[in-house]
Nanobody, 124 residues
Framework: QVQLVESGGGLVQAGDSLRLSCAAS????????MGWFRQAPGKEREFVAA????????AYADSVKGRFTMSKDNAKNTVYLQMNSLKPEDTAVYYC?????????????????WGQGTQVTVSS
């Protein structure tokens, strides 16, 4: 497992952009598939984006496709989530997740390492 620390959340207005970062500690980060999930109050944790170990393949939830971009920098042990054109419905706590894997993983149960989360609030 790896330890994950998210950063970059905050309060923004609709239409603004934010970039979340997730720094990982531990060995062999390049062997880990990574994901971003979010959880709004009273709702279940939902998939946002995922990336494979090399960073070449990505997947996105339909609700964020075309607005969010996930990237992975294996040299810096960090993944990013660039969020553009933010909407009030994007308001949630955003979590980074990791799993030693050859393939993309898009459900929470597939991941075994989680960060503490970072709050994103989008006002209308």
């Amino acid at each position: 497992q790896v330890q994950l620390v998210e950063s970059g959340g905050g309060l923004v207005q609709a239409g603004d952009s934010l970039r979340l970062s997730c720094a990982a500690s531990g060995r062999a980060f390049s062997n880990y598939a990574m994901g971003w999930f979010r959880q709004a109050p009273g709702k279940e944790r939902e998939f946002v984006a995922a990336i494979n170990r090399s960073g070449r393949d990505t997947a996105y939830a339909d609700s964020v496709k075309g607005r969010f971009t996930m990237s992975k920098d294996n040299a810096k042990n960090t993944v990013y989530l660039q969020m553009n054109s933010l909407k009030p419905e994007d308001t949630a706590v955003y979590y980074c997740a990791a799993r030693f894997s050859w393939v993309l993983l898009t459900t929470p149960r597939e991941y075994d390492s989680w960060g503490q989360g970072t709050q994103v609030t989008v006002s209308s």
